[in-house]
């Protein structure tokens, strides 16, 4: 059994995607960070830089309760205990490593961003706000190039690169992504879209929001964007 604790983000679904691609027995454990959830001293043991998602493996190396934070390295781990999604090839592995750190390093960071600025920010802020959807608009044409080289973003067989970056880009048709300017980019999110495990993902993230916001209702949320505010509350669930 793996708890999953998180919130259904785009970094929280990409582990469930895996998780269910995996067939591993698995349960979600809800951290509202609207609530401010993830600076419990209980979740901040699992996830000491208080971000989803987390999981704990009731069945981890050696034996016995495992924990482990960074979605990345989840994916990973997930993929190393049960062979699946990472390819036995060097070459190939190699090629999905570096793709998933892309995601990481870029894709998620910038989309991140922009997602901020635009709808966030207290303020419009232009320089900002075109910065992150120009770099936004770069980054779909990278995934247009790879995919017109490669069936999958990693290599060429599915693996957990792909599962890494579809939560963040699934939402082209908000970004103002042309569609019949990447062709490789639409068949690629139309493979991903016909496979069960991430339709039951996009069925579950929907399900576990609507819960949450319905724990959350007559609750005082926190401005996840407080970044000095955030700061106390870490120190004061660690006594910092």
């Not at 454990?29 to 704990?56: C, H, M, W, Y």
């Not at 960074?70 to 993929?79: D, P, Q, T």
Request: charged share 25%.
């Amino acid at each position: 059994m793996i708890e999953l604790h998180s919130t259904p983000t785009p970094n929280g679904q990409k582990v469930m995607i895996m998780l269910e691609e995996c067939g591993l027995e698995w349960t979600h454990v809800d951290v509202s960070i609207r609530l401010g959830q993830q600076f419990t001293p209980e979740f901040l043991k699992l996830s000491p830089n208080n971000k989803i998602p987390a999981i704990i493996d009731k069945d981890g190396p050696g034996g016995g309760d495992y924990t482990m934070m960074e979605s990345g390295a989840i994916l990973i781990y997930l993929a190393h205990k049960t062979g699946k999604f990472l390819p036995e090839d060097e070459r190939a592995r190699f090629d999905c490593l570096q793709w998933l750190i892309f995601q990481m390093g870029h894709i998620g960071p910038m989309f991140g961003q922009a997602h901020h600025f635009n709808n966030y920010a207290k303020e419009k802020i232009p320089y900002a706000m075109d910065r992150y959807n120009n770099e936004q608009a770069r980054l779909y044409q990278v995934l247009e190039n790879r995919l017109g080289d490669s069936e999958w973003i990693g290599c060429d067989e599915y693996s957990i690169a792909d599962m890494a970056s579809y939560p963040w880009v699934k939402g082209w048709e908000n970004y103002g992504v042309d569609e019949a300017a990447h062709p490789n980019f639409m068949r690629w999110i139309g493979a991903m879209e016909a496979r069960p495990a991430v339709q039951r993902n996009n069925e579950m993230a929907a399900e576990i929001r609507e819960r949450m916001a319905k724990d959350a209702e007559g609750k005082e949320e926190i401005n996840i964007f407080d970044t000095k505010a955030n700061k106390d509350m870490l120190a004061k669930a660690t006594g910092g």
